[in-house]
Structures are given as C-alpha cells and as structure tokens.
C-alpha cells in the first residue's frame, strides 16, 4: 500500500516533467528539477548534459525551437526505493513546426527523481537524469488526441 | 569513505556488464542481470524489452550477430544509493564486422543496478535496467586500443 503510494507520487512527478515541457516554460522546468552539478540530461541525438547549468540552457534552446508539443505517454513502469526513483516510459509525441505541419515521434526515456525532503512531511521527487532516444520503427498508437 | 567503497563496487559491476558483453557469452551475461520480470532493457534503435526473458533473447540475438565487440566506456557517472544506482556513461565501441571490418560508434548509456543481499556481508550489484542510444555526431577519441 505504502508503495503504490510512493510509485503514485513519483508517477505525478513523471507527469509534471511532461506539463513543463509541454508548457515551453523554462519557469516550469526548473521546478521539475534538481539544480546541482551532478545532474545529466541526454536529449534524442544530442550531446550528454552535465549539471543544471548546461541542462538549463538546453531547454532553453528546445524551447526556442519548439513552437507547440504534446506528449502522450503509455508503457510506463516506476521503480521506486527510498530515496531514488526510476521511470522508464514511451513518450508519443506530436510537434508543430508552424501552423499547418507538425510531426510525430516516438522516444524511449529513461528519468531519474531523487526525493528531497523538506521536514518530516514535506518533501518532492526532483528530476535527476533524463535520457531520451528516438524509437527506429515507431508505429503511432491508434489515439485521437495525438 | 564509504560513498567512494560503493561507488567503486558499483563501478566494478558496470564494468563487468561490458566484459560480458565482448565475451559475446550468453552464460557471463547471465550473471550480470537480475532475473525478474521487472526489468527493461532499451538497445540503441531497437525496441524496449521487459522481463528477464525477453532481455535474454535480445542478447542472444546479438550476439550471433555480432563476430567481435570492445568497449572502451569513459565519461562514467555514479549515483549509488542504498539498494539502487545509476550509472550514466559514454561507450566508445569499435565492432568487427567480418575480418577485415570495423566500425565504429559512440553509445550513451544509462544502467540501473539493484543491490541484492544474500547475507549481512555478502551481496551483489545486479542490472535491471540498461538503456543505450546512438551518439549523433560521435567523435572517435584519440585513444590507440579502440
């Protein structure tokens, strides 16, 4: 019962990853994760990112080139222990480039959350690691709203 | 003092996750990954697979496909906490093809182990999550043995 809980929170915290960067908000993103050095962030064929410092500036610059994305995200399978907690899901995604095109893609991701906690009751599952990579043979899934 | 102990355990079992791998040995890679039904395995442009089985069926595929494999893996990251880590790291690959050809390519890693007790002083760092996806824009390093 106690882990159901804890795979619910951390799953919540999965989702609000998602919002951020749905949002294109760098306000956003910056509460989805933790801002230390020894943060790593691997964006679909990109470089490896190390620190908050690089990572931020990598959302800025997606978000820059992003003009609307959403993500329908299935497949998803928490492993949650005391203090660290992993997700890996597929992320559906459907970017626009302008106002008539847009693109859809499959990407595998691998997020990490570690808990902070605050006081006693008080405490949130901070992202510490993302690694995206794009599915070769994505088949889109039969959903509507993607 | 203790954090560097661990980390080097853990270091040791990533490590040996890639002997494995060259020795291209169903029975080494065995001995590497927990065999639940809860673990995943994501290899570069290939679909995610679940569960002990199906992850040991992709390595049997790959390794009948495969003649010669070296890993020299840099960039390594650990974050170990009491039963879990994460390993982030770069594997620099040089794969043979037949006897004259090689090629070679940069891989990201993301490779979760999960701490296994057997008793107070005995126990073991095993794989239940690996996800690897293809560097872009690899650059070769300068390094003489891959």
């Not at 994305?69 to 302008?98: H, M, P, Q, R, W």
């Not at 893609?105 to 906690?117: L, P």
Request: hydrophobic share 40%; proline share 1%; with cysteine.
């Amino acid at each position: 019962m106690k882990n159901e809980k804890v795979n619910r929170t951390v799953e919540d915290s999965n989702a609000g990853f998602y919002n951020a960067f749905e949002s294109l908000s760098i306000e956003k993103m910056e509460q989805v994760w933790k801002h230390s050095d020894d943060i790593t962030c691997i964006h679909p064929g990109w470089e490896m990112f190390t620190s908050w410092t690089a990572v931020r500036e990598s959302w800025i610059t997606i978000f820059q080139n992003t003009r609307s994305i959403k993500f329908y995200v299935t497949n998803i399978k928490v492993k949650a222990f005391d203090n660290i907690a992993i997700v890996v899901c597929l992320e559906n995604i459907n970017s626009g480039i302008d106002e008539h095109n847009s693109f859809k893609m499959g990407v595998f991701a691998t997020n990490v959350f570690e808990k902070q906690s605050f006081n006693d009751d008080d405490h949130a599952w901070l992202m510490v690691h993302h690694h995206g990579s794009t599915v070769a043979n994505y088949m889109i899934p039969n959903i509507s709203d993607i």
